[in-house]
């Protein structure tokens, strides 16, 4: 059975940083795609960023530049490092997985970009 726990979360000014963790457990981490997605009050999920097994990543045009998905295969670990936050990405962010077919989600972690 596959876990995914994230944290990290928190409030910051903008123009701050935060780095989001997502802890996972399961056998198939290890072939999986990770991602982060956020979801704003009002908003539907959107996606964030990816990286595959091999260390491939994708990333929203929004977040390009700022934002850095990683993933540490040892600790079965995925990050999200964001810089350059700004108000309108407070949302709650979920960390996912896919692999066999199969998606799996976080409970998600709260991040509030404010003044």
């Known amino acids: 059975q596959v876990q995914l726990v994230e944290s990290g979360g928190g409030s910051v000014q903008p123009g701050g940083s935060l780095r989001l963790s997502c802890a996972t457990s399961?056998?198939?981490?290890?072939?999986?795609?990770m991602g982060w997605y956020r979801q704003a009050p009002g908003k539907e999920r959107e996606l964030v960023a990816t990286?595959?097994?091999?260390?491939?990543?994708t990333y929203a045009d929004a977040v390009l530049g700022r934002f850095t998905i990683s993933r540490d295969h040892a600790k079965s670990a995925v990050y999200l490092q964001m810089n350059s936050l700004k108000p309108e990405e407070t949302a709650v962010y979920y960390c996912?997985?896919?692999?066999?077919?199969?998606?799996?989600w976080g409970q998600g972690t709260q991040v509030t970009v404010s003044s």
């Open positions: 996912n997985l896919k692999a066999l077919g199969r998606e799996y």
């Open positions: 399961g056998s198939i981490v290890s072939i999986s795609t």
């Open positions: 990286i595959n097994s091999g260390g491939g990543t």
